[in-house]
């Protein structure tokens, strides 16, 4: 998201092991170890527990650069673009305006409802939802209020939290519809409890893609429907074990500038989730329906209250809106892909 103004890496412990830990973390989840990890001699074993104690470090600091980064930010976003701080989905092919923005928002909700065949039918329709990495609760009382659900979002932003619950009481949904500071990765939730667990645009946050959508399949239901919308790097060819040094090169400066860990492909998401057992797996690639979407913020970034609200935000914020050419460039060498992939838990 653009509102991913993130703070520069390179002032964290996280950005040396960015690449390796958590690639390495999502590679033996999956059986494909990188070779220089398969080749390793017993007696490098310290060396491995020091890179999981570094590890370990570089995951707190990313947890809090983000928590900060959301912060600082998400009122900014919040004045120009609303409550929804994810892509639009929009026609192939058209150019978006800002008129359009909350429209397109809110039809990326609905497709992605639609794909993964949630059921509006009163006795079928998800009762208890939780909405991971949940912002300023835009999903959560949208899908509140389209189930008459139960909603508890999740987000490692105080501010954000507060404010989604703010929004919340406005709304009158306060008594259904709760928000906490919490981890993805470590949630405080007993297994087994929601019918629809959504992640709308916070997957690519995550340092260990398997203990992320491991928490995921481990709080839902039986029978429940898992929705992931997530960037995500594109799938490696069957010939290659990495993506080419150039494309790695624009991830990581998109990395540096937008505060995220490593990325991994939409197949990588798909091999996790058979791992866990997940049935009916999907996947789709929306990358074409979300491109009008960095333009559209770009020209908002540009307007007179977009430039000032950007300059009172500060540098971070600014070098974040310097690096949105860098998503363009990426969707537009068909390296990054908008993905979506959604499961059921048997
Ligand atoms: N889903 C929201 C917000 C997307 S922005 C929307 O569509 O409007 C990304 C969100 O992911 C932020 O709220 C951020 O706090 C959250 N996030 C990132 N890493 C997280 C983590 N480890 N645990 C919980 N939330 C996380």
């Avoid at 092919?93 to 949630?118: C, K, P, Y």
């Avoid at 429907?225 to 150039?246: A, G, K, N, Q």
């Avoid at 490593?262 to 789709?284: G, R």
């Avoid at 333009?295 to 009172?312: D, E, H, K, N």
Wanted: proline share 5%.
């Amino acid at each position: 998201m653009a509102a991913r103004l993130h703070r520069h890496a390179s002032e964290l412990p996280s950005l040396p092991l960015r690449l390796s830990a958590s690639r390495i973390r999502l590679l033996g989840a999956t059986n494909r170890p990188p070779s220089a990890l398969r080749l390793r001699p017993k007696s490098c074993r310290p060396a491995r527990v020091m890179a999981a104690a570094a590890s370990a470090t570089a995951e707190e600091g990313l947890k809090k650069g983000i928590a900060e980064f959301y912060d600082q930010s998400s009122g900014l976003w919040e004045d120009i673009w609303g409550d929804h701080m994810h892509h639009g989905f929009y026609d192939r092919g058209v150019t978006a305006s800002i008129d359009d923005h909350r429209a397109a928002q809110i039809r990326m909700i609905e497709e992605a409802l639609r794909f993964a065949g949630v059921s509006d039918d009163p006795s079928k329709k998800p009762k208890k939802v939780v909405d991971v990495g949940c912002g300023i609760g835009g999903s959560s009382r949208y899908l509140a209020k389209k189930y008459e659900a139960q909603c508890q979002g999740i987000t490692l932003s105080p501010v954000q939290a507060q404010r989604a619950h703010n929004l919340a009481v406005v709304e009158g949904l306060a008594d259904r519809v709760t928000f906490q500071v919490a981890d993805a990765l470590e949630q405080p939730f007993s297994d087994g409890q929601f019918s629809l667990v959504w992640s709308m645009e916070s997957g690519e946050h995550m340092p260990d893609k398997k203990k992320f959508v491991g928490e995921l399949a481990r709080v839902a239901a039986p029978g429940a429907t898992i929705i992931i919308v997530t960037w995500c790097h594109r799938d490696l060819l069957p010939s290659e074990d990495s993506l080419l040094p150039e494309e790695l090169n624009l991830l990581n400066r998109i990395c540096d500038a937008y505060y995220l860990p490593s990325w991994c492909s939409a197949a990588d998401y798909i091999e996790i989730a058979q791992s866990l057992s997940l049935e009916n797996i999907k996947t789709a690639d929306w990358s074409e329906n979300v491109a009008p979407f960095w333009p559209a913020v770009i020209r908002s970034a540009l307007t007179w209250q977009g430039f000032t609200s950007l300059l009172q935000s500060g540098w971070k914020a600014i070098k974040g809106a310097l690096a949105m050419p860098l998503m363009i460039e990426g969707y537009n060498k068909k390296l990054i892909k908008f993905a979506i992939i959604t499961c059921r838990k048997p």
